[in-house]
C-alpha cells in the first residue's frame, strides 16, 4: 500500500512540505482501516459505553471497570488477528494472543483469563482444517507458556471464511488496588520514553496496512513478512516485570506496541496526552544489523512495552528489566512540541502527533439494506436431521479445541471450558508488596509464577467473594442471514450465556468483523450488526465499554458474512453455578421458547437445520421482555432447587438436550406445539434456557409475567434421550450422542 493522493494532499497541507519517507510510511499505517477506523468510526457512537461501573471506556489498550466491591477493578480487552493467521496460522493465532495480553499489561492489570472465538471455511476442506489446527496449536503454545488460563470461547465453520478465517480473542485482567491503574496517556514534557522487552527486528513490516485490504491469492507467500513472530517466554517475563515496575510506582503511561510497532505506540501515547515526543531511533535495542530509520519505525516485533518514566526511576527500570532478562532501551522524552523522530542525526519523522493519531479523514461510503430471505423449506426424515445437526461440526463438542488450552493455571477457573460460560474467582491480594531488602514481591514470586499461582499470592491473599461469568462468540449462519437482528441474537445469547450461570451481565467488548466496506452490500451488512449489537447491548444495559474493528475480510473466495464477536462479562455472589448437564433428579423446563408457548411459527433462517439441508427463511422472532428474561434467570439460575442450566441456542433444542444428557443422567421429553416437528426441534431462537429443577412451580413463579415456561419431562438416571416431537419419537443413549457429538475429534485425531 501507499498514501492514496487525497491523503498525501492532507500530509502535504499540514506539514508544508513532501513527507519524508517515513513520514510517508507511518502515515500510511496509522491512516489505514485497522489504526483509524475510517470507516467504521461514524457508526460506533450507536454503542452506548457509560456507566456508574465504567472506569475507562473506549479509547485505550483495554477497558476498566469496577466490581461490586468498588475496590477491585477489572480490564477487557479483544483483538483481531485474521489476515495474520491465513498467512501463518501458528504463529498469526500466537501473537494475537501476546498482543492482548499486552494491552492488559498497559493498563497495571494482570492477565487472569483468555477466550478465542475462531471462524473457519468448511470443516470438510483440508485447508480449513489446516488452518483450524494450526490456530489452535498457536493459542494453545502462547497461552500456556505466559499462564494464562484459556477459558471459553466458541468455533464455528462457514463456507464464506474458507479465504480469510477470524481470529478474536479477548482478554480479562485484574486490578486489585485502583493506585495500580496506569492509562495509555502521557503525563507531562520531560518524563523520559523507555523501550522493555524483546529487541526490534524485521518481523511484522507494514501489519496495519496489511490487515486493512483484501487478502491476494498469493497472500501466503507474499505476505509472510508482514507476520509477527512471537515468544512467549519472553511474554511471560515481561508480564513479570511489569508487575514489579507498577509494584513500585515507576510508570506514569504505557502502551504496548503492536500495529505500526514503535511509531504507533509512541506517537498515539503522546497524542492522548496532547503532547509530542523526541525520539532517537538508533537508540532502540535491535536484534538485526543494519536496520534503518523506517524498519526501526514500523517493525512490529513482539513482547516490546514503551512506558513514559520520571527522569529519577528510569535506573529502577532498567534494573528490574536486567532482573527479567529484558532489553531496555531510554529511546527518547515527552516534549511539548511535535512528534520528533531522529536516526543518526537526521530528523525523519516531523510531524503534530495527534494529527498522525486522528487526522485521517473518516470515509463516506454508500450501503445497501440486506434483503430479508424468503421461506423455502425443506422436507426431512426428523431422525436424519436430528443426527446430522447434532453431529455437524458446528454444534459438535469442542472438546478437542479446549483440552488443548490449560484453563486450571492460577487456580481461578471454577467453571471451566465446554459449559455456557466461564466462573472465574476473583481473588485480591494483600498490600505486601515491599520486602525489607525492597525487592518487589512480584520479583519475589517469580517462581509462583511459573508454576502457576497468580501474581503477588506469595504474601496473604483475601476472597473477594465475587464470581465473573465470561461468554464470547457469535454465529455467522444468524448474521448471514439477518445482520441486524443476527447481531441482536448475539448479544442476547451472550448475556443468557452468563444469566444461566447465575450471573447479571456487567459489560461487554466487540470485535467486528466485516469484508470490503468499499462494497454497498457488504457495508450494509456491517452497519446491521453494529446497530443489533449496539441496540441489544443497551436494552440489556450491558456498556459495550470497548473493541475492535476488523475490516476487509474478503478474499479471491469472496467477502466473509458479518461477524460481530462479543465478549460479555457478569459478575455474582461466590463461585458455585448451576452446570449445564443434567444430575437425572428434576423436572425439565423449557423458558422463553415462542413456538412451544404460541402458535407463532418460529423462523429457521440462520439455523443449522437450514445449514445442513438447504432452504431458506427468515429469522427467529425474538422473545418479549429481554432485560427481564435475563435478569430473573440469573436468580433462578442460584435458587437451591435448580439443578441444571443450560442456553437453548445452536441447534435448537434438539442440540441443547443431547448436550446436557450423560452416561449417568438422561431425560425423557415430550416437545409440542403448533409448529412442524423441524420448526419446533431445530428454530433457533436465542433468549431460551432448558432448566433442571426439583420446583417447578417455584420457577413458573418467578417468571410469572417475565417469561413463559413450558413443562416438557423429567431427567432420570437412564443415560437415554428418549424424545417425542409432536407424532415422532426418537431415541438416543448417551454412547450414541457422545459419538455423533465427536465428529471433530474422529477426524483431527
Not at 429457521?604 to 428474561?629: I, M, N, V
Amino acid at each position: 500500500m501507499s498514501l492514496s493522493d487525497q491523503d498525501h494532499d492532507l500530509v502535504t497541507a499540514e506539514l508544508g512540505r513532501e513527507p519524508t519517507p517515513a513520514e510517508a510510511a507511518l502515515f500510511e499505517n496509522l491512516w489505514s482501516e485497522h489504526c483509524a477506523y475510517r470507516s467504521s468510526r461514524p457508526l460506533l457512537s450507536a454503542f452506548e459505553s457509560e456507566g456508574e461501573d465504567v472506569v475507562v471506556g473506549p479509547g485505550d489498550d483495554a477497558a476498566v471497570v469496577a466490581l461490586p466491591d468498588g475496590d477491585t477493578y477489572i480490564t477487557l480487552g479483544i483483538e483481531s488477528h485474521n489476515h495474520p493467521s491465513y498467512v501463518d496460522p501458528f504463529d498469526g493465532a500466537a501473537t494475537g494472543v501476546g498482543g492482548i495480553v499486552r494491552d492488559t499489561l498497559s493498563m497495571g492489570a494482570y492477565p487472569i483469563a483468555l477466550a478465542d472465538s475462531l471462524y473457519f471455511g468448511d470443516f470438510d476442506r483440508e485447508h480449513s482444517r489446516y488452518l483450524f489446527e494450526g490456530v489452535v496449536e498457536g493459542i494453545s503454545h502462547y497461552g500456556n507458556c505466559i499462564g494464562v488460563p484459556t477459558v471459553t470461547g466458541s468455533v464455528a465453520f462457514h463456507d464464506d471464511y474458507e479465504g480469510n478465517p477470524l481470529v478474536n480473542v479477548s482478554c480479562i485482567g485484574l486490578i486489585d488496588d485502583p493506585d495500580r491503574l496506569v492509562t495509555a496517556e502521557a503525563q507531562e514534557p520531560g518524563s523520559k520514553l523507555v523501550l522493555v522487552g524483546n529487541a526490534t527486528g524485521r518481523d511484522g513490516l507494514g501489519g496495519a496496512s496489511f490487515a486493512s485490504e483484501d487478502l491476494a491469492e498469493d497472500a501466503e507467500t507474499e505476505d509472510r513478512p508482514a507476520v509477527q513472530v512471537g515468544d512467549p517466554y519472553t511474554e511471560k517475563l515481561l508480564i513479570e516485570a511489569n508487575e514489579a515496575l507498577i509494584d513500585e510506582g515507576l510508570i506514569e503511561s504505557a502502551r504496548d506496541l503492536g500495529a505500526a510497532g514503535l511509531g504507533g505506540a509512541t506517537s498515539e501515547l503522546v497524542a492522548k496526552g496532547s503532547l509530542g515526543a523526541h525520539i532517537e531511533l538508533e537508540r532502540v535495542h535491535q536484534r538485526e544489523p543494519n536496520m534503518n530509520a523506517l524498519e526501526i519505525l514500523l517493525a512490529e516485533s513482539q513482547e516490546r512495552m514503551a512506558y513514559e518514566v520520571k527522569p529519577d526511576n528510569v535506573d529502577r527500570v532498567a534494573e528490574i528489566a536486567d532482573r527479567y532478562d529484558l532489553g531496555c532501551s531510554v529511546i527518547g522524552e515527552v516534549t511539548e512540541g511535535n512528534y520528533v523522530c531522529e536516526f543518526d542525526g537526521e530528523t525523519v519523522v516531523d510531524a503534530p502527533a495527534e494529527f498522525l493519531g486522528d487526522g485521517a479523514p473518516f470515509n463516506d461510503l454508500d450501503s445497501v439494506e440486506p434483503s430479508q430471505p424468503e421461506r423455502d423449506l425443506p422436507e426431512t426424515d426428523l431422525a436424519d436431521a436430528f443426527e446430522a445437526v447434532v453431529g455437524s461440526p458446528n454444534t459438535a463438542s469442542k472438546r478437542w479445541v479446549y483440552r488443548q488450552y490449560d484453563h486450571e493455571v492460577q487456580v481461578r477457573t471454577a467453571t471451566p471450558p465446554g459449559d455456557d460460560a466461564a466462573i472465574l474467582a476473583i481473588r485480591e491480594a494483600r498490600a505486601e508488596r515491599s520486602s525489607a531488602d525492597g525487592s518487589s514481591s512480584a520479583e519475589q514470586s517469580s517462581a509462583d509464577h511459573s508454576s502457576g499461582q497468580s501474581p503477588r499470592e506469595d504474601g496473604e491473599s483475601r476472597e473477594t467473594g465475587t464470581g465473573l461469568a465470561y461468554s464470547a462468540g457469535a454465529d455467522p449462519n444468524w448474521t448471514d442471514t439477518a445482520p441486524y437482528d443476527g447481531a441482536r441474537a448475539v448479544a442476547l445469547e451472550n448475556a443468557t450465556n452468563v444469566a444461566a450461570k447465575g450471573a447479571t451481565p456487567l459489560t461487554a467488548v466487540n470485535c467486528l468483523n466485516g469484508g470490503n466496506p468499499e462494497k454497498p452490500d457488504v457495508y450494509g451488512g456491517f452497519k446491521g450488526i453494529v446497530d443489533g449489537l449496539a441496540d441489544m447491548c443497551a436494552e440489556l444495559d450491558v456498556p459495550v465499554v470497548g473493541g475492535n474493528v476488523s475490516l476487509y475480510n474478503d478474499s479471491n473466495a469472496g467477502p466473509i458474512p458479518p461477524t460481530p464477536t462479543l465478549a460479555l462479562v457478569g459478575t455474582k455472589d461466590g463461585y458455585d453455578a448451576p452446570p449445564a448437564a443434567l444430575s437425572g433428579e428434576g423436572e425439565l423446563l423449557v423458558v422463553n421458547d415462542r413456538a412451544l408457548a404460541s402458535d407463532t411459527a418460529p423462523g429457521l433462517g440462520g439455523s443449522e437445520y437450514l445449514a445442513q439441508h438447504g432452504g431458506s427463511d427468515g429469522f427467529p422472532t425474538l422473545p418479549d421482555d429481554r432485560a427481564a428474561f435475563v435478569e430473573t434467570l440469573a436468580d433462578v439460575a442460584d435458587h437451591e432447587a435448580t439443578r441444571a442450566v443450560h442456553d437453548a441456542s445452536h441447534g435448537g433444542l434438539a442440540v441443547t438436550l443431547a448436550e446436557m444428557v450423560s452416561e449417568s443422567a438422561g431425560a425423557d421429553v415430550a416437545i409440542e406445539g403448533d409448529a412442524s416437528e423441524a420448526e419446533l426441534l431445530f428454530h433457533e431462537q436465542p433468549g431460551r434456557v432448558v432448566i433442571e429443577t426439583a420446583d417447578a412451580d417455584a420457577v413458573a413463579a418467578a417468571f410469572e409475567g417475565v417469561a413463559p415456561v413450558e413443562r416438557v419431562g423429567a431427567a432420570d438416571d437412564s443415560g437415554t434421550l428418549s424424545l417425542s416431537v409432536g407424532d415422532t419419537a426418537l431415541d438416543y443413549d448417551a454412547s450414541e450422542i457422545s459419538d455423533l457429538r465427536s465428529v471433530i475429534e474422529r477426524e483431527l485425531e
